[in-house]
């Protein structure tokens, strides 16, 4: 099952990629584009942010793997780096970068609280992305849609971001979307309550690690069993590659399902305070 969605993903994602690459070209204001959080937050609506953040308290960070062009256009450059070397993923386990995406997402929503819109567009994905297919593919063409005209500044931001994105997201994976991105941190945090999520059997688990070297996201915890669902963007990779069905998208959280251990352990306890005992009274016996 979770092999066929995640082709659907797949899919979704490569559609919203294309088609606001389409849209940017042409000068098309395309659904795929008004649904980008940050720039109907410019545009003055927070109606796509509060959508986005009940899609996320319900579904986790479906936003980044499926509708952000960024986000997709890294996994495409992780996807290239597999074919390139010819091996599966390695990716490991990485502690959250908490006080980077604290200070990333501060800094753009006071840049947008006060109308300084240049910093939010550096900031926010879909409008990086957007600069970069205005940069090297529509001026090249002679086809800007907005009539703005070549500038060294836009051009230099626009390769500093191509080049951070394809090196970061060669050897890291979703790095950016975690520490940089303030849309990626927003999401996070309705993520870690998210309904449903990603979670580990504890009881089927191998600890094969299969999970943890696809997890672009590098959220996964071994041997701990741990899911940081905050940074988790809902790929299906791990899903997919589990050979013992040992993690799932699902509701609620898994139950230890040998509680026979914990009894054990506190018989052993019982046992051993109940010789403990025996022993003393023996040796007040023998005194008197």
């Known amino acids: 099952m979770y092999r066929s ?69 890294i996994d495409c450059i992780s996807a290239g780096r597999r074919l390139a070397l010819r091996k599966k993923s390695d990716y490991r386990y990485c502690s959250p970068s908490v006080r980077t995406r604290l200070v990333f997402l501060i800094i753009a929503f006071a840049a947008v609280l006060s109308e300084i819109a240049v910093l939010p567009t550096i900031l926010d994905p879909y409008s990086a992305y957007a600069r970069m297919v205005n940069e090297f593919i529509a001026r090249p063409l002679g086809i800007v849609s ?19 994105v394809a090196i970061f997201s060669w050897r890291r994976g979703r790095l950016i979307c975690n520490t ?42 071994l041997p701990e069993k741990i899911v940081d669902n905050s940074r988790c963007v809902v790929c ?33 306890q019982n046992t051993q305070t109940t010789n403990r005992h025996g022993i003393e009274q023996n040796i007040k016996t023998h005194n008197k």
């Open 146 to 164: 907005d009539g703005s005209r070549f500038t060294i500044s836009a051009f230099a931001l626009a390769t500093l971001t191509a080049v951070s």
């Open 5 to 73: 969605v995640r082709l659907v993903r797949i899919a979704i994602s490569l559609i919203a990629l294309a088609v606001p690459t389409w849209a940017l070209l042409v000068g098309y204001d395309s659904l795929f584009a008004r649904i980008q959080i940050f720039p109907s937050l410019l545009a003055g609506t927070a109606v796509y942010l509060i959508f986005w953040v009940i899609v996320t308290l319900l579904y986790g960070r479906i936003y980044c793997s499926t509708v952000c062009p960024m986000g997709t256009l």
């Open 180 to 221: 940089a991105c303030p849309i990626g941190t927003l999401l996070g945090y309705g993520a870690r309550r998210a309904y449903f999520h990603i979670e580990i059997d504890p009881d089927r688990c191998i600890n094969c690690g299969e999970c943890e070297r696809v997890c672009k996201a590098q959220c996964i915890k």
């Open 236 to 268: 299906f990779n791990c899903t997919t590659v589990c050979p013992n069905s040992a993690i799932a998208y699902k509701s609620g959280r898994y139950r230890l399902g040998l509680p026979l251990m914990q009894s054990v352990e506190g018989h052993s």
